[in-house]
């Protein structure tokens, strides 16, 4: 099993649709979670980060949910600029000064006009 | 402005060659990365380094190596032990204490002539 897994997609909305990604992690002592979003053969950038309590950024809402080990990230009234590959990135903290994150594959969202 | 600059954009290598890629930051960061990502893949951890002078191998460290002779700087070596180098290379620093955002650099994409 992968460390961290993604639905590769592609997924391809309308404008204004909603759309959800989840992403799922095999270790459950995993401390950190974020999401990046990459546009096509750029650097990733910080999405977000994902609290335990869930958190909103805008269009953007992340959940974790310990129990299941999984992550989403949900985004409403898509826009074109949306279009990109996110990636869920976790910190498989192994304890002491190293911090290793495992990058997801991506997931490809195309928002259609 | 500060930020992570990589050079050059775009890398051919030609068999047995070894090349070098460059990774520059004046965010004053102390911890520096090297990522490789192939397509359909997650980012995969070549080296890292924590602090000058000091480096340590990531997932798939065959085949290249590093330094870390000043803080701003943490090039690449991709050596001819290297047998499938082709790929986009991303550099990246984080302030290295405990769970943060990594910065990335804009990438490198390196082909094989």
């Known amino acids: 099993r992968k460390e961290v897994e993604q639905d590769p997609g592609p997924f391809n909305v309308p404008e204004g649709a909603t759309v959800a990604f989840n992403c799922t992690y095999s270790?459950?002592?995993?401390?950190?979670f974020f999401w990046y979003r990459q546009d096509c053969r750029k650097e990733p950038k910080l999405l977000m980060s994902?609290?335990?309590s869930g958190n909103e950024d805008g269009r953007f809402t992340a959940q974790l949910n310990r129990a299941s080990q999984y992550i989403s990230l949900l985004i409403r009234d898509s826009k074109l600029s949306d279009s990109a590959t996110y990636l869920c990135?976790?910190?498989?903290?192994?304890?002491?000064?190293?911090?290793?994150?495992?990058f997801g594959t991506g997931t490809l969202l195309a928002v259609q006009p | 402005d500060g930020g992570i600059t990589q050079s050059p954009k775009y890398l051919f290598r030609k068999e047995g060659q070894n090349v070098t890629l460059s990774c520059e930051q004046n965010?004053?960061?102390?911890?520096m990365y090297w990522y490789r990502q192939d397509p359909g893949q997650g980012l995969r951890l070549i080296y890292y380094?924590?602090?000058?002078?000091?480096?340590q191998k990531g997932d798939i460290a065959e085949g290249y190596s590093v330094s870390r002779e000043k803080k701003e700087s943490f090039p690449l070596t991709v050596t001819s032990a290297q047998k499938n180098p082709t790929a986009f290379y991303l550099c990246?620093?984080?302030?290295?204490?405990?769970?943060?955002?990594?910065?990335f650099g804009s990438g490198t994409q390196l082909s094989v002539l």
């Open positions: 990246a620093s984080s302030t290295g204490q405990g769970i943060e955002k990594l910065f």
């Open positions: 270790n459950s002592a995993s401390q950190s």
């Open positions: 994902v609290y335990s």
């Open positions: 990135v976790v910190n498989m903290a192994y304890g002491g000064a190293t911090n290793k994150l495992i």
């Open positions: 965010l004053n960061h102390d911890a």
């Open positions: 380094s924590q602090i000058v002078n000091d480096f």
